[in-house]
């Protein structure tokens, strides 16, 4: 029987299928290696861009974020190699240099108010034997002779004056006497005795944001603050995405009963009062560690007491609570991803469960992770600011910039500085941590890709 | 629908015990008691005080009974903040200040947020919308405590022509005084819906039925109301329950920057004061009020959209 040739229209796109079986017996002679010009020439159409190029690419051309970028590496520079150039410490008290404004006077301004207060004060009084004299005048002039009770009266009377006149001018006119003179704030907070020594020709490193109650240069406690805040939302997140990634990637990929049980716990801990429990939490389990760190011995007391007791309960305290999102992100990444042929793949070779989470599907939802983690941050920032705020945070005299507002509450009004500061990093910070998250969000979401 | 009322109820009260078993653990953690005053009372004094609240027993019998009385609605007595006043008492005259001032806060926040929201999806992409953009973003990076201290520098500062409310809470001054406490509860929850309204709302003018109602020739008021925010809407409802709990949480440190006397507060203080009956009746009153708040939102939610299957989890 004669093998029946099909016959092909000339215009069709279908593949000859008879060309590609006899693809196969194809004699190695067939075949010649590649000249070197020609391996020259040959370059690919397009650079072959890996996941996070693509993702810098786009996310480089995001003003916003990258401003944000910008301010998040200098906070970080702040918080962190802040304190190494600033000779002073965040409990140090400086001594003659409490309640500093962040401006001063030069020595010369001062001393040329000093002298314009006394000048004002005293013209237009007259000094106190003066006026017993003009009294004197006048008792002869009606031929009587002034009484020594009469002389206590009027010396009294001008002494009063003289204080009402002092103390009541210098208050108010002060400021208005310095805008007579053209004398302008000079920023930077310097104390008398400071100014001597600069004067002196000593460098002085100036109290840039001023000082506090106690003599302790704000700048300083509000790189420390920052850095106390930047750790907590750093670790946090970090704790938050290890305990829900782990979780999250068990339940979707077990399924079943387990999943089932694993997302009764996650509701029941989704409704949860977060806010409650972790100002519990945070406060019981401070003293136990600082506890720990006294008694105990070994690598792990090391660690806490590196850490510091009091930022290890924070971290604590949101991991316990808010990892729930970041396992609810990657329960539902992993029910989709472990339908997909390779995982399938993957287990027909023999993988285990624990190496097909790791190196199969965690590294999928990569992208998910990196914008729930980034995302995390700002609100454990958030937290610890207000946990700080209410006490039960960081603890003195380690400062937060949470504490810190509580702390220049009661002086607001004359210390407005104290509460604006603080209050003004920690927003920045937050502020531009929401930015970026929200810039990587869009650069790492494959919905959005072109 | 009413299999799932139940089975939300049934979750909601094993969360509450849970809450409860929770915060018995931990208070009993922290070391200190609440007799620990100036003066430091005698060792009899002590064991007397402890027999007579019972604290001498082991935790274990103590979260018993604690929960045997719970059942029949005894939150037992305060110990040291208002000394043997019943605590469900206490509870019930605080709740109601921080209730009112939460829910004005939570009214304007939507009343505000949601228009904005619409209005910066109106406007997408234009100055309006970027602007909306940033004060949003921003309302959503500032703590409320630094809102509050804003508000206080403002309006009790220098300018006297600003002092116009009160800066610390007095019932007796009206409206005035309930301004800024709610100015500053309800900002972030303004932000927070006014953000979440434009995303929803920009996803629902894309959708085929916009079209359809543009073809018509309805004029935009009418679009944006009545047939892309009710659409809208239904994602926004979901963010409210958790946002009363935020606004509830939030209150414990507005409530003591501007010295209201309300749950929070004395939540707060009940704490630092190891008060334990006062902790685990305020913890326990404040989670379920949350609880239930989020339950009858998710019920709500249902009635609101019934495309949603609520038994699927929701998500």
């Keep these: 029987m004669a093998e029946k040739k099909m016959k092909r229209c000339p215009v069709s796109f279908q593949p000859d299928i008879e060309e590609m079986l006899n693809a196969g017996s194809l004699s190695p002679e067939d075949f010649e290696s590649a000249s070197q010009t020609e391996k020259e020439e040959f370059i690919p159409d397009r650079q072959s861009v890996s996941y996070w190029k693509d993702a810098w690419r786009r996310l480089r051309r995001n003003v916003v974020a990258m401003v944000a970028l910008g301010v998040i590496i200098f906070l970080v520079l702040f918080a962190f190699v802040g304190p190494l150039l600033v000779p002073y410490d965040y409990d140090q008290f400086n001594k003659g240099a409490e309640n500093l404004h962040p401006y001063h006077y030069s020595l010369e301004d001062q001393q040329r108010l000093e002298a314009e207060v006394a000048a004002r004060t005293q013209t237009g009084t007259k000094s106190v034997d003066e006026m017993i004299a003009e009294a004197q005048a006048e008792a002869e002039a009606k031929g009587e002779k002034l009484s020594t009770v009469d002389i206590a009266k009027i010396r009294a009377q001008a002494k009063v004056a003289q204080q009402n006149a002092q103390g009541g001018e210098s208050e108010v006119d002060t400021e208005t006497l310095r805008k007579e003179l053209g004398i302008k704030k000079k920023l930077f907070g310097y104390s008398a005795d400071e100014l001597e020594r600069k004067a002196a020709g000593e460098q002085v490193f100036p109290h840039v944001f001023g000082t506090d109650m106690y003599g302790r240069d704000i700048l300083v406690r509000v790189m420390y603050g920052a850095r106390v805040s930047m750790s907590v939302g750093i670790c946090a997140a970090l704790l938050v995405l290890l305990i829900g990634a782990t979780y999250g990637a068990i339940s979707g990929y077990c399924g079943g009963k387990v999943d089932a049980v694993m997302q009764r716990i996650v509701e029941i801990i989704y409704s949860v009062p977060e806010m409650l429990v972790v100002l519990l939490i945070a406060t019981a389990l401070k003293p136990i560690l600082t506890e720990f760190v006294n008694t105990q011995t070994g690598p792990l007391r090391d660690f806490v007491s590196v850490l510091g007791p009091n930022l290890i309960s924070l971290f604590i305290a949101f991991g316990m609570l808010y990892w729930v999102t970041m396992s609810r992100i990657i329960r539902g990444q992993v029910l989709q991803l472990k339908q997909q042929e390779y995982v399938t793949a993957a287990r027909a070779l023999g993988a285990s469960g624990g190496r097909i989470i790791r190196r199969h599907l965690l590294p999928n939802c990569i992208g998910q992770i990196v914008v729930t983690t980034c995302l995390q941050i700002p609100s454990a920032i958030f937290l610890e600011s207000f946990l700080s705020y209410l006490g039960v945070g960081v603890s003195a005299p380690l400062p937060s910039l949470g504490s810190m507002a509580t702390d220049a509450l009661s002086g607001m009004y004359t210390y407005t500085y104290r509460l604006i500061i603080p209050s003004l990093v920690l927003s920045i910070m937050i502020l531009s941590f929401n930015l970026f998250g929200d810039g990587l969000r869009d650069a790492l979401d494959p919905k959005l890709k072109k | ?315």
Excluded at chain 2, 108 to 131: E, H, M, N, Q
Excluded at chain 2, 133 to 151: E, Y
Excluded at chain 2, 160 to 187: E, H, M, N, R
Excluded at chain 2, 194 to 217: C, F
């Design chain 2, 1 to 315: 629908m009413g299999k799932y009322v139940i089975k939300r109820l049934c979750m909601a009260l094993v969360t509450i015990f849970f809450v409860t078993c929770l915060t018995f653990l931990l208070m009993n953690a922290v070391p200190g008691s609440p007799w620990l005053s100036e003066k430091t009372p005698s060792e009899a004094t002590l064991a007397a005080l402890n027999a007579k609240y019972g604290l001498d027993q082991p935790v274990p019998v103590q979260l018993l009974k604690y929960l045997q009385n719970l059942l029949h609605g005894d939150f037992g007595v305060s110990l040291k903040m208002q000394k043997n006043r019943d605590v469900l008492s206490i509870i019930l005259e605080m709740f109601p200040v921080s209730a009112k001032v939460g829910a004005i806060a939570l009214c304007w926040a939507v009343l505000v947020g949601v228009p904005l929201g619409c209005l910066a999806a109106f406007k997408r992409g234009r100055l309006t919308d970027s602007f909306l953009r940033v004060v949003c973003t921003l309302g959503i990076s500032m703590p409320s405590f630094v809102v509050a201290s804003i508000l206080l520098v403002v309006f009790a500062g220098g300018i006297q022509a600003l002092k116009i409310f009160p800066t610390l809470f007095d019932p007796s001054q009206g409206w005035k005084t309930y301004v800024l406490p709610c100015f500053a509860l309800g900002f972030y929850p303004m932000c927070y819906t006014a953000r979440q309204t434009r995303s929803a709302m920009l996803d629902s003018l894309n959708q085929e039925y916009i079209k359809t109602a543009r073809a018509k020739g309805l004029k935009n008021g009418r679009i944006i109301f009545k047939h892309a925010l009710r659409n809208a809407l239904i994602p926004v409802i979901t963010y409210l329950g958790p946002q009363v709990a935020f606004t509830l949480c939030g209150g414990f440190v507005v409530e003591s920057v501007f010295s209201i006397p309300g749950l929070g507060r004395y939540f707060v203080q009940s704490i630092q004061n190891r008060d334990y009956p006062v902790i685990m009746g305020t913890t326990i009153f404040l989670a379920s009020f949350i609880i239930l708040m989020n339950m009858a939102v998710d019920i709500l939610y249902k009635i609101a959209d019934p495309r949603i299957n609520l038994t699927k989890g929701g998500e």
